[in-house]
C-alpha cells in the first residue's frame, strides 16, 4: 500500500507570504494528524481529523494556520501570513485503528524555511 | 514544562553491544507509551509500544521497559546494528494525541 505522501518536500518563502501543505493520508484511514518539528526541538501535535471533521486542534498555534479535509481525504495546513518562527518540518500522519498502542505511520515531513 | 523528556541527545554503542535509550516523564496517568525511530529526510517509524498494565514488550532485537513508579521507560536494542543508527523519539499517547521526547541520536559503529 502507498505510504502517506506529503508535497512539497521543501518549501522556502519569504516573511508575510502564504504556504499551502498538502498531505494524501494512506487510502482508507479515517483519521489525520499534522505534526510539527521547530528548531529540532520535539515533535509538537497540531490537529487532529477524524475523515472530515476536527476532532481535536488544540496544537494549533494561533489562527495563521488554517487546516481543511474536504471530502475526509487529502488535508492541506495553509500557514498566512508566514513567520520566521512557523520555519520548522511539518509532519502528517494517519491511522485507522484508533488503538493507542498502534502507532501512526507518518509521511516523510514538508520542510518550511520562512526567510 | 516537558511532558517528556529524553534526557541524552546522543549516544554511541559498538556494533553487537546493547543500546539502551532512556525516557521520563512527568503525568503518572499517563497509560501508553511508544517509541518512533527516525531516519534523516524520513518521517517518523513506529518501531514498538507498551501500556501501562504491562512491564515489560518485547519485539525481536527491540525490548521496552516500563518503570511505573519512577515515571521512566527504555528502550532496549540488542544486538546494535549499523543500521539502528537514527534519532529514537519515546512518546506517550493521551487522548489520541502523541506528545514526544526530544529524540536521542543513536549511532551504531561497526
Known amino acids: 500500500e502507498a505510504g502517506v505522501t506529503q508535497f512539497p518536500s521543501h518549501s522556502v518563502i519569504e516573511k508575510g507570504q502564504t504556504v499551502t501543505l498538502r498531505c494524501d493520508p494512506i487510502s482508507g484511514h479515517d483519521n489525520l494528524y499534522w505534526y510539527r518539528r521547530v528548531m529540532g526541538k520535539e515533535i509538537k501535535f497540531l490537529l487532529h481529523?477524524?475523515?472530515?471533521?476536527?476532532?481535536?486542534e488544540s496544537g494549533m498555534p494561533n489562527n495563521r494556520f488554517l487546516a481543511e479535509r474536504t471530502g475526509g481525504t487529502y488535508s492541506t495546513l495553509k500557514v498566512q501570513p508566514a513567520e520566521l518562527e512557523d520555519s520548522g518540518v511539518y509532519f502528517c500522519?494517519?491511522?485507522?485503528?484508533?488503538?493507542?498502542?498502534?502507532?501512526?505511520?507518518f509521511g516523510s515531513g514538508t520542510r518550511l524555511t520562512v526567510v | 514544562d516537558q511532558q517528556v523528556k529524553q534526557n541524552s541527545p546522543s549516544l554511541s554503542v559498538q556494533e553487537g553491544r546493547i543500546s539502551i535509550l532512556n525516557c521520563d516523564y512527568t503525568?503518572?496517568?499517563?497509560?501508553?507509551f511508544l517509541w518512533y525511530k527516525k531516519y534523516p529526510a524520513e518521517g517518523p517509524t513506529f518501531l514498538i509500544s507498551?501500556?501501562?498494565?504491562?512491564d515489560k514488550n518485547e519485539d525481536g532485537r527491540f525490548t521496552v521497559f516500563l518503570n511505573k513508579s519512577a515515571k521512566h521507560l527504555s528502550l532496549h536494542i540488542v544486538p546494535s546494528q549499523p543500521g539502528d543508527s537514527a534519532v529514537y523519539f519515546c512518546?506517550?499517547?493521551?487522548?489520541?494525541?502523541?506528545?514526544f521526547g526530544g529524540g536521542t541520536r543513536l549511532m551504531v559503529k561497526p
Open positions: 481529523f477524524v475523515k472530515e471533521s476536527k476532532q481535536d
Open positions: 500522519a494517519s491511522s485507522q485503528n484508533r488503538n493507542p498502542l498502534y502507532g501512526y505511520t
Open positions: 512518546a506517550v499517547n493521551a487522548g489520541n494525541m502523541l506528545t
Open positions: 503525568n503518572s496517568m499517563f497509560d501508553y
Open positions: 507498551i501500556s501501562s498494565i504491562k
